[in-house]
């Protein structure tokens, strides 16, 4: 069964020709296969190719959901319609394997996307090919990782100040000032069995823009630590602290640094794809106590999972509208305020009850707290 390209809008890459399977691809919405069937009927409109949609490309190791969608659609989440160009041939749109050449064909003001087989008697197709790159089974990233797999488990928020009260560092190795890798820290409190931790600053509330109200607790990631000895009360009756190592260290740990469990590793793929009905909100905080950001940083947002958003959701960033003045009309100028414009995008990838955190994907001006984002 042929598979092309249009399986990278929907999630994975496979780059080895192992009999292994497949990680489980995240299931197909009906909205969304309803809108790769319209699109099979009729093809995409050629207004809805990207300017610059090559004829031919050669999915190669390394691509993107996001890039991919956006070599051949102007809206790169909008990959249910890239499926649809392809329906037939794409059964399951999960899977794609590197060096498969695919061909984009306009006719009568519409455009489809196929698994060249062969060209014109003129043009010479060389047949393609998989290179093998080992035994794993690879899924295939929504955007780079590198802009967001640091954040997986270390940008976290508290939904309320649980960290108050969770195990803390009490003392240091001979009496250190600042911790790092390797050495070891004491900590009281109930650590129990639990082995592997994560240590955080003090966190800080994160007020909504909107109301004031405290949505969450944000606290600094400081790194990770491992339980070496577990802790209890002397002979005397003496509390004895914790045991525990720096395993790895972003920030230099201190006396006072919460500690909160390491959680599994989350490799889920992240598939972008639009809210499903209308969602607005705004601009929380920028990670990392910056006043502005800008493309490839971390911004919080004053929505979450009880509001409809999900991880993968594609939202639309704008800036306010500036203030002008009418002065062709008889009479005493007007103030007037233009119409906000859309100047980014971000891209939602963790979700919390009352709040999220995206990935800005692009963006025109410096975004801050305050901003406004709403469904593409």
Do not use: C
């Not at 109200?213 to 003496?238: D, F, K, M, P, S």
């Not at 979700?351 to 692009?362: C, D, G, N, R, T």
Request: hydrophobic share 40%; glycine share 10%; net charge neutral.
């Amino acid at each position: 069964m042929p598979i092309s390209v249009l399986g990278a809008a929907l999630g994975v890459l496979v780059l080895a020709t192992s009999p292994r399977p497949a990680p489980a691809a995240e299931p197909v919405t009906p909205e969304q296969q309803s809108a790769a069937q319209q699109v099979a009927k009729a093809g995409v409109p050629l207004a809805e190719l990207a300017p610059d949609a090559p004829g031919t490309y050669t999915v190669k190791a390394g691509d993107t959901l996001w890039g991919l969608s956006g070599l051949f659609l102007q809206r790169p989440w909008r990959w249910p319609e890239l499926w649809g160009m392809n329906l037939e041939q794409v059964r399951n749109p999960h899977l794609i394997l590197p060096g498969q050449l695919l061909l984009l064909t306009r006719a009568n003001g519409q455009a489809r996307l196929e698994v060249a087989t062969s060209l014109a008697p003129a043009t010479v197709m060389l047949s393609p090919r998989v290179r093998d790159a080992g035994p794993s089974v690879v899924p295939i990233a929504a955007v780079s990782p590198r802009f967001i797999e640091g954040f997986l488990n270390e940008a976290v928020i508290f939904d309320d100040d649980q960290l108050a009260a969770a195990p803390r560092i009490a003392a240091t190795q001979e009496g250190r000032v600042l911790l790092s890798k390797g050495d070891v820290a004491y900590v009281v409190g109930d650590v129990g069995s639990q082995r592997d931790w994560r240590l955080f600053r003090q966190p800080q509330p994160l007020l909504d823009p909107d109301g004031g109200q405290i949505l969450g607790y944000e606290a600094n990631h400081v790194g990770t630590a491992e339980l070496e000895r577990e802790g209890g009360t002397n002979e005397r009756g003496e509390t004895v602290p914790a045991t525990l190592r720096i395993t790895s260290a972003k920030l230099e740990g201190n006396v006072g640094d919460r500690l909160a469990p390491l959680p599994p590793r989350d490799f889920a793929p992240h598939v972008p794809h639009p809210p499903s009905r209308p969602i607005a909100g705004r601009i929380v905080s920028v990670y990392g106590e910056a006043v502005n950001a800008g493309q490839n940083q971390i911004v919080a947002l004053n929505k979450g999972r009880i509001d409809g958003l999900e991880r993968g959701h594609v939202l639309a960033l704008w800036r306010a509208g500036a203030q002008a003045i009418d002065r062709g009309q008889a009479g005493p100028p007007k103030a007037l305020r233009l119409p906000d414009e859309q100047h980014g995008t971000l891209f939602v990838f963790r979700v919390f009850e009352k709040m999220s955190y995206a990935l800005i994907i692009e963006v025109k001006e410096p975004v801050s707290r305050g901003d406004r984002f709403t469904q593409p």
